[in-house]
């Protein structure tokens, strides 16, 4: 067996020295962004790599064009900075060039952009029941044992928490490395994460390994099935709230190609395409053709029926909410066994799961940034603060660089009010004013957008392939790009 496999790597290796990953970014052709082609043999995760690359670099994948039949994989993305104009930093530019191009050959050494380097540091993974004031109970279990924060992130969805911690020790400045010592922190911090009636098991993991965040929480929520929790509220306005942030997903099967065709559909934000991409390949399917475009503006619109104990009939309600940018993205896959999918019980879950995957990271509440010198037991005052003024932590990102705490929270009201201004007031003076700073409105406190007076049809990138008798059609790429 290890002799087989063994030539399967040397196999693979020799293809790659016979056909070198070829990179060409085009910053000419497109007025609106910078066009970054990408051609190499193909293997499975390779889209995934090229994909985690670019959003690790804080790019944003505006239009992609996928194709990856017949043993080769050729790709075109439409990139801008975060301001939305082309890129131009000429190192960001030669970091893609060596990122993607013969130097790299797509090994792991491609995943070192947003990887946590552990060697000097212990990496804590925990999921739990999610409540308010966890955060603030995890950090001050780690002050207690002498553990600083380095880095994390900490993701809520359907009333699960998933984080992945960088830490240190107070005294070393290094890895805690003492077997009793992380055994203690293991076990202190999965009994504050299993709360009190909670249904699902809590796990915490400790390693000195290397992880890509973003990636790992995905698996640690996909794992801990996330997406199989509903939350019913009967509210009409929870319902309107919530069918506006529910993502339009499809599941179709293509039988004259033997493809499923996967379309979604939802506003879009950033990191929209990765999070996609690495749920389809986490799930084992392989995308062999696809496109995204996130250019086009669509009118949301409600219809509900809405029961009232005056009537025997529902009260149809049709309304617009608002305009909002859209992606709509269109993926051919086939299982890793080259199956199209084969029920509707593994449709279903396909669907579920892609739209546990957008939601996750869709941030609700209120975006706090909090910027001053690190210090040990920081993370553990402010969440603290947090938890003393009823505000609970959805979604946190926590950084270190050059002895500063560069950390962002989005909190919300623990009894699900809105937040009062009045408290956000005292809880910076507590803090420091210029310490944290607001940099969004809650939701209810937002200026409704303009409503548009008509719903824009649903389209389908590929829409045309299902009359197609071949794939002469992608040919279209070109004339794209």
């Not at 990179?23 to 051609?39: F, G, H, L, Y």
């Not at 293997?43 to 996928?66: H, M, N, R, S």
């Not at 250019?295 to 529902?314: I, L, N, Y």
């Not at 859209?326 to 279903?348: F, M, N, T, W």
Request: aromatic share 6%; proline share 3%; with cysteine.
């Amino acid at each position: 067996m290890s002799f087989s496999q063994d030539m399967d790597d040397e196999y693979e290796k020799l293809i790659r020295r016979m056909n070198p990953p070829r990179v060409v970014i085009d910053n000419d052709s497109c007025k609106k962004a910078t066009v970054i082609r990408v051609d190499s043999a193909n293997e499975y995760g390779i889209l995934l790599e090229v994909v985690q690359i670019l959003t690790d670099l804080d790019l944003t994948i505006t239009k992609a064009y996928i194709s990856s039949d017949g043993g080769w994989f050729m790709d075109v993305f439409n990139v801008t900075d975060q301001d939305g104009n082309k890129v131009t930093d000429e190192v960001v530019l030669d970091y893609i060039q060596k990122s993607l191009g013969p130097e790299a050959c797509f090994s792991t050494s491609l995943r070192s952009v947003g990887v946590i380097p552990s060697t000097d540091s212990t990496l804590i993974e925990l999921t739990g029941c999610d409540r308010p004031g966890l955060l603030s109970e995890l950090t001050a279990v780690l002050t207690h044992l002498k553990c600083n924060v380095l880095n994390a992130e900490v993701w809520t969805h359907n009333t699960r928490a998933a984080a992945v911690m960088e830490v240190t020790d107070d005294l070393t400045g290094s890895a805690v490395s003492d077997p009793e010592r992380l055994s203690r922190i293991k076990s202190l911090l999965r009994n504050v994460l299993k709360g009190s009636n909670t249904p699902k098991e809590a796990k915490t993991v400790v390693s000195h390994g290397e992880v890509h965040t973003d990636r790992r929480l995905h698996q640690m929520m996909f794992e801990d099935r996330d997406y199989e929790n509903r939350v019913v509220d009967d509210d009409l306005s929870s319902n309107v709230q919530d069918e506006r942030q529910r993502p339009d997903v499809c599941v179709d099967n293509w039988l004259d190609k033997d493809y499923s065709v996967v379309t979604v559909r939802c506003k879009d934000r950033p990191k929209l395409l990765f999070d996609t991409v690495c749920t389809l390949t986490d799930m084992q399917y392989v995308v062999f053709h696809g496109s995204v475009d996130t250019e086009g503006t669509e009118a949301f619109q409600v219809k509900k029926s809405h029961h009232t104990r005056t009537r025997k009939f529902p009260l149809k309600i049709n309304f617009l909410i608002s305009l909002f940018s859209c992606a709509l993205q269109e993926y051919y896959v086939r299982h890793i066994d080259g199956s199209p999918v084969k029920s509707e019980a593994e449709k279903q879950r396909i669907i579920q799961c892609l739209e546990a995957a957008i939601k996750r990271r869709v941030s609700e509440g209120l975006k706090l940034e909090l910027c001053t010198t690190d210090r040990v037991g920081l993370l553990s005052n402010v969440t603290r603060i947090f938890r003393e003024n009823s505000l609970t932590v959805t979604r946190a990102e926590v950084k270190t660089k050059g002895g500063k705490a560069l950390n962002t929270f989005y909190v919300s009201d623990a009894s699900g009010y809105s937040i009062d201004a009045k408290t956000i007031d005292s809880i910076r003076q507590t803090i420091g004013q210029t310490i944290l700073k607001v940099k969004s409105k809650p939701r209810e406190q937002q200026q409704r957008e303009k409503p548009s007076s008509q719903e824009s049809p649903t389209r389908f990138l590929f829409g045309g392939l299902f009359k197609s008798k071949s794939f002469v059609n992608f040919g279209l790429v070109r004339s794209y790009s």
